[in-house]
């Protein structure tokens, strides 16, 4: 069984930074995992932010994030990180990590949320104007 635990939320001015953890634990050794960072506001549905492949690869990144937010991960340390930058207001959300054990090569979906197995509790972020 795989847990996701997140962290790194906060509350930010408009144009400051944060960075996101998403640190995994359980997993089988040799494992592959897809990883997606979701936020959600109440009332909407969980819009797909960043994803990336298994191996490290294949980023896709929402439209309304391109340029201004990062998504790595960093294997030796079981952690995808998600850096935002340039934040914006219509950035506040609760933001979960996601992930599914997939084959080497495989495409991370970014904005399927069935796709993934695998969720944290989520941590919540706020931007003031």
């Known amino acids: 069984q795989v847990q996701l635990v997140e962290s790194g939320g906060g509350s930010v001015q408009a144009g400051g930074s944060l960075r996101l953890s998403c640190k995994t634990s359980?997993?089988?050794?040799?494992?592959?995992?897809?990883i997606v960072w979701f936020r959600q506001v109440p009332g909407n549905e969980r819009e797909g932010v960043a994803s990336i492949g298994a191996t490290g690869g294949n980023s896709h990144y929402a439209d309304s994030v391109k340029d201004r937010f990062t998504i790595s991960r960093h294997d030796a340390e079981n952690t995808v990180y998600l850096q935002m930058n340039s934040l914006k207001p219509e950035d506040s959300a609760m933001y979960f990590c996601a992930a599914r054990e997939v084959l080497s090569g495989s495409i991370c979906p970014r904005s399927d949320t069935n796709f993934y197995t695998y969720w944290g509790q989520g941590t919540q972020v706020t931007v003031s104007s």
């Open positions: 359980g997993g089988t050794p040799n494992s592959r995992y897809c």
